[in-house]
């Protein structure tokens, strides 16, 4: 009996849990992904870094508006089913505590006429971002660092000169301390100065630490749902011929397998199942042995199995 799967090119890259089978992870460089993410961020840029550090952009306001440590990012909203519900950030949002349009021109009180995203330019060697926007047309560029837990930067660079001061609205009651550059100053509680003459400020953040830990939940499935999400790629309930044997009528019927290079007949029974789903290679259906399969003991949790066994039996 050919294995209880998904397509085999999704199997080599299969993660322990389901929750995490779409889970984008930083590997050698930063990642940058754009997507949709929560809390409403529709052009948002999910940025990681090497060590756990990330932070989300908005592309709309051109502002970082929250970060967390841990994992990246969970592409599953995105790829599963129709997709369109967006991702999930694998940590617990904490938030820099800037205002929804934080960069004012000219005047603090004054939101922007105008703010155009220009992308981002990104280093060659390490990957990490430069974001690049115009307020009113003044050119922006700016980065979003950490230098350890807790501790988070915001650099703004202003390439051309203009005769305008620049403001940037963040409440520092939220953070355990603010520290600003030299000659960036507190023009008011929660508006930040930056003269005219100053073409780089940066504004270094200490986080209050994390009042909760982050935990991953796992999606309550039934059992056909487990089979949709895992099977029917490569087996159907009505007869159609696919990758691997259908299972209509599957439970109880007599199934010739291959096992060591002997040839044998056995019943699908609910040892079966289970064989096949924890030991896939043990005993080949014939007539399917091209298209070997992976294990999914490391993919399915115990209840999970349990359900599909269940479902299974009903088929």
């Known amino acids: 009996m050919r294995r209880l799967t998904l397509l ?7 993660t322990p849990l389901w ?24 052009r948002a ?10 932070y989300a952009f908005d592309a709309v306001r051109c502002a970082p508006v929250y970060t967390w440590w841990g994992g990246y990012i969970d592409f599953s909203g995105e790829v599963t089913g129709r997709g369109g519900y967006g991702s999930k950030v694998l940590g ?32 060659v060697q390490s990957g990490e971002p430069t974001f690049l ?15 350890g837990s807790d501790q988070v930067k915001i650099e703004l660079v202003f390439p051309e000169s203009y005769s305008s001061p620049r403001y940037y609205l963040l409440d520092p009651a939220v953070h355990a301390s603010v520290q600003l550059s030299d000659g960036v100053k507190w023009k008011r509680n929660g508006v930040i100065e930056i003269p005219a003459a100053i073409n780089k400020a940066t504004i270094d953040i200490r986080l209050q630490p994390a009042d909760k830990t982050f935990e991953r939940k796992l999606p309550d499935m039934n059992g056909e749902m487990v089979f949709k999400n895992f099977c ?29 290079n002997l040839t044998k007949i056995v019943e699908v029974d609910e040892a079966y199942i289970r064989e096949s789903i924890n030991e896939p290679q043990l005993a080949i259906v014939q007539g ?25 039996k009903g088929l």
Request: hydrophobic share 35%; aromatic share 8%.
């Open 8 to 14: 085999s090119i999704l199997l080599i890259t299969a």
């Open 19 to 42: 929750a995490q089978m779409h889970d984008v992870y930083v590997s050698d460089k930063v990642r940058v992904q754009r997507c949709k993410l929560d809390g409403g961020y529709s």
């Open 45 to 54: 840029v999910a940025v990681g870094y090497l060590g756990g550090f990330n």
């Open 92 to 123: 617990i949002r904490r938030t820099l505590g800037a205002d929804a349009v934080p960069l004012r021109i000219g005047d603090a009180d004054t939101l922007p006429g105008n703010i155009e995203f220009n992308g981002y330019r990104r280093d």
């Open 133 to 147: 926007f115009e307020v009113d047309g003044v050119e922006v560029e700016q980065r979003v660092l950490s230098s």
């Open 232 to 260: 029917n790629a490569c087996h159907s309930t009505d007869g159609t011929k696919l990758i691997g044997p259908g299972f209509q009528d599957l439970w109880g019927r007599e199934s010739t397998v291959t096992v060591n």
């Open 288 to 312: 399917y042995e091209q298209v070997p399969m992976a294990n999914f003991s490391a993919v399915l949790t115990e209840d999970q199995i349990n359900k599909l066994v269940e479902y299974m």
